[in-house]
C-alpha cells in the first residue's frame, strides 16, 4: 500500500500496518522543511509571545506538527489540571485537593469530563497530568500535583490519564525532578540513582505504562543536563528502560537551549514556537552536527502517536454545551465535598461542633469566604464564569448566615458571637503560591529570535484574527502583577499574622469555631489549632467549593479525605528548602520519611483524615500469592453514620536506609455499624530496590514487614512480617 498522505497512513494501519512503520512510510514523503516543522510548535515566537501576554492562554490552543499539503492533522495544546484551560469552561478542584479523595475512580470521572470539554474546546493533547513529588509544601505549584507520594501519586496521575485519554491525548510533566518554582529555569538537582528510580520517577513510569501519548520535559537540569535535552532521562530511562513510545514535548518557551543536543537525546517537540531549533537546525543539519535520520525519528513519533490515537482524535467532538455542562458541576460538586479533610473535630458542651444542623445561625467570616479562590493563575487557570465561594455555598446550605470580611477583627468576632456557629475562612491565594516567572536569564533571553519568519506570522496573526470569543472572568479584572508575575514558592508555611489573628479573635467570641483552610499544600496550624475545636482543610475547591463545603458543614457528606502530604509541627521539621537555589540535592528523605527518619511528631501525618463516624480494621491476612501479596481484611464502621475509610498499605524494607513505601490503599465505603471487606494486591514489584551497579531492579528479597493501617502512623496498624 502507497502512503502518500495521512489518510493513507490510516488505511495502511487499519489493514494492519504498524503505527510506527505506518508512520516511518508518511515521514519518508515529506519534504525536509515538513519534517523539520513537526519539530516544533507551529506558531511564531514575537507574535506568539505577544499574543499570550494578552491572555492567549485562554483564547487558543497550542498547535504544533500540523502539515496541510498531506493532512497530518499535528497536535492542539490546551493546558490543566483543574481543567480545560482555552475557552470558559468547569474549574474542578485543584490536583492536591483530588489527591486527597484517595480515589482513582473519582479521578478517572474527572479526567473523562475534563476530557470531553478539551475536544470541545479544539484541543486535541492536555497538559493536566502534572504528577511531580510534593518534596516540600513551599512549592508553588504543589496544587498541580497529587501529594509527597510515588505510588499515590502515580495511581492517581493514572486515573486521570485514562479519563482523558478517552478523548484527548495526555501529556505527564514536568519529566524530572520539577519540585520547586522560582528557580525552575536555572536550578540544578542532584540526585542519585536509588533516591531518581525510587521516589522521582516510579509515578511517571506508571502513567507510561498506562500508555500516555506524552511526555513534557522539565526546565531545571538534572545532574547538570537540562531535562529538555537530558539524554539519560529522555532516552536511557523514558525509552530504553520503560519503553515509553509516545513523543515528548518540552516545557514553554525555555525547555532547552541546544536544538543539536535536544534532539539527540530524544525531545521530540520544542513548545510551543519556532524558536530555538528554527534558529538552529538549519545549520547544525549542514554541519552534521545532527543527521537527516535523527530529525525523521522525532517526526515519526509524533506521527504514530497521531495514529494510535487516531480513533479517539477522529471521534466526533461534543458539542459546545459539553463544555460546562451541569453534569460537570455536579461532578466538580461531588469531588470539592470528597476533597475536604477534616482534621480536628473536638466536642463542645459535649458534641462535636461538625457536622452543624441546617437551621443554626452561622457566622461566616474573613477575606477568602466571599472570594472566588481557584489557585493558581498561571498555566493552569481556568477561566470559569460561574463560581460558588464558601460564602454562597454556606447561604444556600444554611438558614441564617451573617458575614464580615474580618478586616475589622472587632466586628468579625461581634458577628461570631451572635451567631451559633462561626466558620473563619483563612489561608491562601494565587498571589501567596503558583507560577512564577520573575528575572529571566540573559542566557534563555538571548536564545529568543530577532524576527518572525513572516508567512508563519501571517498565517498565525489570520488564525487568531478568526477565533470565537472568550470572556475574562471579572475576578481576574484587577490581578496583580498579570498571572505569572504573583505567585511562585511559598516564603513560609505559616498562616498570615491578620488571619491568625481573626481566628483567635472568632475563637474567644464564640466557641463553636470552624477553621477552613485554602491553599495547594501543609500549612502549619500549631500556634492556633487548640484555640478552636474544628478545623478542615478545603484547598481550592474548583467551581464549586462553597457547595462542596457545605455539603460537608452541614452533614450530607461524611468527610472520608485524607492528607496526601504531611502536617509538621514546624517548618523546620521538614527538609530544607531554598527557593533561590542554584543548585539542590534530592535524596530518598522528604514528607513523613524525613519526619520518621528524624523522630519528629507530625501535627498530622501522611494519610491522615476524620469522619464523622469511627472506623477499625477486622480480620487482617497478608499472604503470598506468586508474584503478588495479598492483603485481606474488613473495616468496621462502629459509629451511627455511614461513611468511607482509606485503608493503606506501607511496607517495611530489611535495609535501614531504605524508607518505608505505601504499596497499596483502598477507599472503603461501609454502613453504619456494619463491615466492609476489602482486599488490596500488591505485585512484589513495588518493594523491589534499585541496584547501581546493573541499573536494573533487584526483587524484594528477604524479611520485610507489611503494615496495614489508617494512616502513616497509625498506632493501630496491624504489623505482618513476611519473607520474600
Ligand atoms: C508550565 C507548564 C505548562 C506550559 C504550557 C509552562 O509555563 O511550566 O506546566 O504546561 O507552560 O501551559
Redesign the pocket.
Known sequence: MTIENFEDARKAVAAGTSVADAARALVATMTPAERLWCLDGDAPTLAGMAFLARDG?HHDT?ASAAVDRIGLPGFA?S??PRGT?VGNATCFPVSMARGATWDPDLEERVGDAIGRELRASGATLT?AV?VNILRHPAWG?AQ?TYGEDPHHVGELGAALTRGLQRHVMA?V??FAC?SMENA?FTVDISVDEAALHEVYLPHFRRIVDEGVASV?SA?NSVNGEWCGQNKELLHDVLRDEWGFDGFVIS???FGLRDAAVSVRAGLDVE??YRMVRQQQLPDTLERGDVSWAEVDVCATRVVSTLLRFDDVLSAPAPAPETVGAPAHRALAREVAARSVVLLRNTAVDGEPVLPFDAATSVAVLGRLAGTVNLGDS???DVWDLDCATILDGLQAAVRDVTHADGEDVDRAAAVAAGADVAVVVVGYTYVDEG?Y?GQVDPDLIALIPSADEPEVAAAFEARIAALPPTTKPPRLDSRPGGG?GTGGDRVSLRLRDEDVALIRAVAAANPRTVVVIQGGSAVVVSEWIYTVPAVVQAWYGGCEAGPGLADVLVGDVNPSARLPFTVPVDETDLPAFDRDAKSFTYDRWHGWWHLARTGREPAFPFGFGLSYTTFALEDVDVSLAGDTIEIEGAVRNTGARDGADVVQVYAELPDPDAPARLVGFARVGVEAGASEAFRITVPRDRLARRDVETHTWKPAAGPHSVVVGRDACDPAARRVDLVL
Do not use: A, L, Q, T
Open positions: 492562554y497550542f495544546f493546558d490543566g484551560v497538559g502534572c505549584r498541580e501529556c510533566k514536568h520539577n525552575r513534557m526546565y516545557d514553554w518557551v513548545m510551543p498561571g498555566s493552569s507560577e516567572i505569572f
